[in-house]
């Protein structure tokens, strides 16, 4: 696992967040775009919670990605009792430690100033932290729904670990289909009365080369990879931006 520590954050501004936006109705829920065309100074997690950018990666850096996957030891879900408990029936995924130098390269491409921006805006931060993983989903293979808040899968005991503020998924397969499955749900919780319900905000197919990244909390789950994926993997790094207060 890769979790350090790493100091403020290049660009970084404090931000408020703005309530008069969502009363005017100006929240979008989720900014696409194509990673060469996207323009991170005019955009804001505050604003818009979920990021999807295509072609964040090239083939070539995908290839290196599954090379490096390759010489990785994964452990698989079996053997991760709190996660197994915290998800049941959800197959047998595989996590791995992801590389100094493949996390080098990850974090290089997220100096990002809206994910700068975005971290810096809480208030009083001791520490930031990083953790990022390889993952890799085969048939059968899914993650149920759940909030990134990791209460469900850490130890009460102990210090209160740092607070997750961006999740992100980025797919470095070489072929994905839409028939495959292994889709990122995201969803809105709807609270009315005692009730309540998550509405879908977007449906993110694993496309080779996209990024996902959506602020926390926010109820998520991977769809089941399908049969007809055969003996394709759906190979990701996965993880969050933290914070310690
Ligand atoms: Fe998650």
Redesign the pocket.
């Known amino acids: 696992m890769v979790d350090f520590e790493y100091g403020p954050m290049a660009n970084s501004t404090w931000s408020v967040f703005n309530d008069h936006e969502h009363e005017k109705g100006c929240v979008r829920r989720v900014m696409k775009a194509k990673f060469s065309e996207f323009d991170s100074t005019q955009f804001s997690f505050h604003r818009d919670p979920v990021l999807v950018l295509e072609d964040f990666w090239s083939p070539q850096e995908q290839r290196m990605f599954q090379e490096a996957m390759e010489r990785s030891a994964w452990t698989s879900l079996a053997d991760l009792p709190a996660v197994s408990r915290a998800f049941p029936n959800c197959g047998n995924w595989e996590k791995a430690e992801i590389g100094r130098k493949e996390a080098g390269m990850l974090l290089h491409r997220l100096e990002l100033p809206c994910i700068a921006e975005y971290i810096e805006s809480f208030p009083v931060i001791k520490h930031r932290h990083i953790n990022f993983n390889f993952y890799s989903y085969g048939v059968g293979d899914c993650?149920s729904t759940?909030d990134?808040t990791d209460e469900a899968y850490v130890s009460s005991q102990g210090p209160r670990p740092p607070l997750r503020r961006l999740?992100l998924a980025t797919y470095v397969h070489s072929a994905w289909q839409p028939d495959w499955g292994g889709e990122l749900m995201l969803y809105d919780l709807k609270k009315q009365d005692e009730a309540q319900t998550l509405d879908v905000v977007d449906c993110i197919a694993p496309v080779p080369g996209t990024l996902a990244i959506f602020a926390v909390p926010r109820f998520?789950r991977v769809c089941r990879v399908d049969a007809l994926a055969g003996e394709h993997k759906r190979l990701s790094i996965?993880g969050w931006f933290m914070t310690e207060h």
């Open positions: 993650l759940h990134d999740a998520h996965a």
